[in-house]
């Protein structure tokens, strides 16, 4: 769903992954692209290896990563966000701006805090090992000195339980 809806691959994108993990989004992406993705866990990058080396190419690196300017057509974070501070997420938006190619797409997707919100989705987004949840309005000041052309679409129908997401959308 998010793949079909944000990220809108093309044959031929340059697809940048910041923290990959175990490169899941992959199944919902076709081999008809160059995909780099990169996770501080060595573990999680052995098994993105293993499971999809054959297609895409793997790093273990922090957020800090420099990554050649105007050479991603895409960008995403996906889970990245609520595991880093203002400070270190913006060590992230600097770079993955870098990154984008003009007219390029970068996407986070995360959980969020909303007034409406279940009991039991905010209970379970503060269960998350992530500790920096933000609100939308948050993200969105977060991200904006940054990639002035933000957008966050709050989604509710990700998972199968009640949870709340926020993605984030920009272009260079």
């Known amino acids: 769903m998010v793949a079909a809806e944000y990220l809108r691959v093309r ?4 697809i940048l992954d910041i923290g990959c993990g175990v ?8 081999d008809d692209v160059e995909y780099v ?3 501080p866990n060595p573990s999680y990058v052995a098994a993105a290896v293993a499971r999809y080396g054959h297609r ?3 790093t273990t690196a922090s957020v800090g990563l420099e990554v050649p300017s105007d050479s991603f057509s895409i960008v995403i974070a996906i889970g990245v966000l609520h595991h880093l501070d203002d400070d270190d997420a913006t060590t992230l938006f600097d770079p993955a ?7 390029g797409r970068f996407v986070s997707v995360d959980p969020t805090f909303v007034s409406d919100q279940p009991r039991i989705a905010r209970a379970l987004i503060k269960a ?3 500790r920096c949840v933000r609100t939308p ?5 977060l991200a904006h000195p940054i990639l002035p052309d933000v957008r966050i679409n709050v989604r509710t129908d990700l998972l199968r339980m009640p949870y709340t997401h926020a993605i984030l959308t920009a272009s260079k």
Not at 23 to 30: Q, T, V
Request: proline fraction near 0%.
């Open 37 to 39: 993705g990169f996770d």
């Open 128 to 130: 998350d090992r992530g």
């Open 137 to 141: 309005d948050e993200l969105e000041a």
């Open 56 to 58: 895409a190419t793997f």
């Open 23 to 30: 490169a899941d989004i992959l199944e919902s992406i076709d």
């Open 97 to 103: 701006r870098n990154a984008l190619t003009t007219g």
């Open 11 to 14: 044959a031929g994108d340059r």
